[in-house]
């Protein structure tokens, strides 16, 4: 029998979870009305009013908020707790334009090692654990969000942040680290780096992984578990609603139980805006329900995926969502057809790769090319160039089949692909440049 962090929120029944998100809906509406000018305007626009919203049946009504606004109004413009009462900010990665800041007061920080402490116990973690935190630890809000969550399990925490492999190791090892938190690229790093080192899944002391942060396919998933010999959990989140414990998944591994009584999730089609039936793909968009330092009210993440109210064998009844198949904007049009990348490494690693690859697109003659670079393992490295040709063909065709589309594919040696510490990059579009 699984264990619960918060058992009466995580195993509420539907009712009682509808009730508690309609009084935190109206009190959050009312809250963002009164504090923060810039959304108010937007309702105002709209001609809604918090008197408009008095359960979550009225959430439709409510003005959309992006990542534009969020720039626009940079940095304080959707601030919803004076400046005194904020006590940490944290901020996106974003390459281009300003980045995102999100306050935190410190009620939303203890909200959000809740989240994150919901998901470790959901893995398997107890006080007897010992809980190695492999996410950057700063501005991103990975290595700070898991270990305020380890903490509150009452896990021994390692504050590892990313970077330095062999140290990382070198403690797993000396201190029996039994809990990984890592981005999945980073957690296949080490696991390379394990087996360089000669250590098989039975050498490695680690159980479980709570692993997110991006995308990642779920062949991607079975590679880790067998290479490390631990279970590993799908961790959501983003920053401008805290951080990682947006969602969190359980044993059954059939996608992420959403902390609804926090953030109360819609899917919408990107396009119209229009509120899409649970069980469609779509746009995901959230409400948080009780922040104080950066309330967000419908904001759409950009992120593709379905959500689902299939009972769980776990006893959650907090609603699921699907593994995001990737954001709106990392999917790529190539020819007129939609590929994500998590498409192209199931592929891969059906074949027997590892993720390491470069997905390269450009424009020549008007035409779309995809190329797609791959390292093979050191166990299939080859200089016969006959087989190396065989192993292209196998993957063209198998790209073909998965996405419709032609691929130029190319063979590279091991470790030529630049490793990620964090979230990886894969793909460079020159058609954007
Ligand atoms: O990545 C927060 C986080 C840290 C989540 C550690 C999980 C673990 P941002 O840097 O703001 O925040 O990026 C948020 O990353 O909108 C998704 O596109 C993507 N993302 C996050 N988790 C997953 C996941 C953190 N499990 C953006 N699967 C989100 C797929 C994910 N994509």
């Known amino acids: 029998m699984e264990r619960y962090f918060q058992p009466e929120m995580e195993c509420a029944s539907r009712e009682d979870m509808v009730a508690l998100q309609n009084e935190k809906l109206k009190k959050q509406v009312q809250h963002v009305w009164e504090n923060v000018p810039y959304y108010r305007a937007k309702m105002e626009e709209k001609g809604v009013t918090p008197d408009d919203i008095q359960s979550i049946d009225d959430l439709y009504k409510l003005p959309l908020i992006s990542k534009k606004d969020l720039r626009e109004a940079y940095p304080y413009g959707l601030m919803g707790a004076p400046l005194r009462d904020c ?43 010992v809980c190695q935190v492999s996410y950057g630890f700063g501005l991103f809000t990975g ?56 250590m098989g899944p039975d050498d490695i002391p680690l159980k479980a992984g709570i692993f997110g942060a991006e995308a990642w396919s779920e062949e991607m998933r079975q590679d880790i578990q067998n290479t490390l010999g631990i279970k590993a959990y ?25 902390n609804e009584d926090h953030f109360l999730p819609e899917i919408i089609d990107p396009d119209t805006e229009e509120v899409l039936p649970v069980g469609t793909e ?72 590892q993720a390491n690859y470069q997905i390269l697109v450009d424009r020549v003659n008007n035409t779309d090319t995809l190329e797609v670079l791959v390292e093979m393992t050191p166990e299939m490295f080859t200089d016969n160039l006959g087989e190396i040709n065989a192993r292209q063909r196998k993957i063209v065709e198998g790209l073909k089949s998965m996405l419709g589309l032609k691929a130029k594919v190319t063979l590279v040696a091991p470790k030529t692909i630049t490793r990620s510490e964090g979230k990886a990059v894969r793909v460079v579009d020159k058609r954007k440049i």
């Not at 961790?235 to 996608?255: A, D, K, M, R």
């Not at 776990?314 to 190539?334: A, E, H, N, V």
Request: charge should be neutral; hydrophobic fraction near 35%; glycine fraction near 10%.
């Open 143 to 198: 290595g700070a969000g898991l270990n305020g969550g380890s903490h509150k399990v009452g896990c021994l925490t390692i504050p590892m942040s990313s970077g330095n492999t062999d140290r990382q190791i070198m403690f797993i090892e000396d201190l029996q680290a039994t809990i990984l938190c890592a981005t999945p690229s980073y957690a296949a790093y080490l696991g390379e780096r394990f087996k360089e080192l000669g």
């Open 234 to 258: 799908d961790i959501y989140g983003l920053t401008e609603l805290s951080g990682p414990g947006v969602s969190f998944e359980c044993s059954e591994q059939t996608g992420m139980h959403v």
């Open 282 to 353: 779509g746009e995901l968009v959230f409400t948080s329900l009780d922040k104080e330092g950066f309330p967000l009210l419908r904001y759409r993440t950009r992120d593709i995926c379905v959500l689902s109210r299939a009972k769980c064998s776990c006893g959650r009844t907090l609603i699921k969502m699907k593994k995001p198949k990737g954001r709106s904007d990392d999917m790529l049009i190539i020819r007129g057809v939609n590929v994500f990348p998590s498409q192209i490494e199931a592929v891969l690693i059906n074949q027997g790769y």
């Open 87 to 129: 006590v940490r900010i944290h901020s996106t990665s974003g390459t281009t334009g300003k980045r995102v800041v999100a306050f935190y007061t410190q009620n939303d920080i203890d909200l959000w090692e809740d989240c994150c402490a919901r998901a470790l116990v959901a893995a398997g973690a107890t006080k007897d654990d």
